[in-house]
């Protein structure tokens, strides 16, 4: 029977309720991070198409739509194109209040409010339908038909009654805000989803770098001590003395700001903890027999620390490792809050918060109140998983 170490601390960690929740929290997160633009209700780039006319709408805020084609060519998105950055909407979508579909044309209300007066407005069939061309976007309607020229420049003409059903089955479609809109109409629910990506790319970017940093030095400093001990601590401490945010801040104009700086700033403030850890953790294994034998073989140095030692303290810098991730997360929110993070218009939770904070105090809270939910689950999901890992990898954990 296989009882390996391994294998009681999976053990260990599957008893660990909070710790599997996190995990599953991560999972999911993972999961909409790869896939989030194949499910928002808009999966246009950055989730940003913007319908004035239902801006700072409620939870579950439902009406009904008209589908305008917009008169210009698009070019085809791959499936695995679409899933990675999305694909800019065809259409212009206009909220509606009632329509009445004549021979020939659509007349509208346009939505202005629940309690408002709806703007009328009328479309012609084909327009509604087809891409027009710009320079020739006379639309020609006969008895039964109507003639236009599209976009590639081309007379097209179709029947009216299959005009009639096109629009009225394709084009009139109810659409559900379930987490409300922003200021700029802009549905929360997918710029939500898509936010998760940058939370989960500065966390993962930051942990790769403080960890191939933080171990790099630790291991160095604990194996050699002296005067490299002493050399290593000086550069950590004084890395240790300055705020982290000061720290970031300072990165960011030296950098640039960019999508990919910020990522790097955040991950060059964060190794020290891994150094630290690391340092103590090769101090301490370093006098045990084995590492003794390694060098009675001959092994060179690095074969000692990168294959002997470093396999042994794992667990540790596994816990650690999982804290800098949820820290990570922290400090995008709290720079994309302040304006030196993310920019706009790509979603982030930071920026999203930073966007409703302004309207907080009024009834509608959700722009900000769902960012805020979100950094605090993904937080919290990240340190349940790392307690749950310290639990599991403690040999001393009978439980």
Not at 10 to 35: D, E, K, M, S, T
Not at 46 to 75: H, M, P, W, Y
Not at 230 to 239: C, E, G, R
Request: glycine residues 8%; proline residues 4%; aromatic residues 12%.
């Amino acid at each position: 029977m296989n009882n390996s170490p391994n294998k009681r601390a999976w053990q260990r960690f599957r008893r660990n309720r909070p710790g599997i929740f996190g995990l599953l929290l991560i999972g999911l997160a993972v999961a909409l991070a790869l896939f989030g633009y194949l499910i928002t209700p808009d999966s246009t780039p950055n989730a940003n198409d913007q319908i004035n006319e239902v801006r700072d709408a409620r939870l579950g805020f439902s009406t009904k739509v008209l589908k305008v084609r917009k008169n210009r060519t698009f070019e085809s998105v791959s499936f695995f194109r679409k899933m990675i950055a999305g694909a800019e909407n065809e259409y212009r979508l206009i909220p509606i209040k009632d329509f009445e579909i004549t021979n020939d044309s659509i007349k509208i209300s346009i939505y202005q409010g629940e309690d408002e007066v709806g703007k009328p407005a009328e479309f012609a069939l084909a327009d509604v339908v087809f891409p027009i061309s710009a320079t020739q976007n006379t639309i020609i309607t006969t008895d039964n038909q109507q003639t236009f020229v599209d976009v590639e420049e081309e007379q097209q003409r179709i029947l009216l009654s299959e005009l009639q059903a096109i629009v009225q089955t394709k084009h009139i479609i109810t659409q559900t805000f379930w987490l409300g809109t922003d200021h700029f109409g802009r549905d929360i629910l997918s710029r939500l989803i898509i936010g998760v990506r940058v939370s989960l790319l500065v966390g993962l970017i930051a942990v790769l770098i403080s960890l191939t940093i933080g171990i790099l030095f630790g291991s160095v400093a604990g194996y050699y001590g002296g005067k490299v001990d002493d050399f290593v601590m000086l550069i950590i401490n004084t890395v240790w003395s300055i705020p982290t945010l000061l720290l970031v801040f300072a990165l960011i104009i030296a950098l640039g700001r960019g999508f990919w700086q910020i990522f790097l700033a955040v991950g060059l403030t964060m190794w020290v903890d891994v150094a630290r850890i690391v340092r103590g953790q090769v101090m301490s294994v370093k006098s045990i027999q084995f590492v003794e034998a390694g060098r009675s073989f001959g092994f060179s140095d690095f074969r000692i620390i990168f294959k002997h030692i470093l396999p042994n303290i794992l667990g540790p810098v596994m816990v650690i490792a999982a804290a800098n991730f949820a820290t990570a997360i922290l400090i995008e929110a709290g720079l994309s809050y302040l304006g030196f993070g993310i920019q706009p218009p790509q979603p982030s939770w930071g920026n999203m918060l930073k966007d409703g904070y302004g309207y907080f105090i009024s009834s509608n809270i959700y722009p900000a109140l769902f960012p805020g939910l979100a950094i605090m689950l993904m937080v919290l999901a990240f340190n349940l998983v790392g307690n749950a890992f310290r639990d599991a990898l403690d040999v001393k954990t009978k439980t």
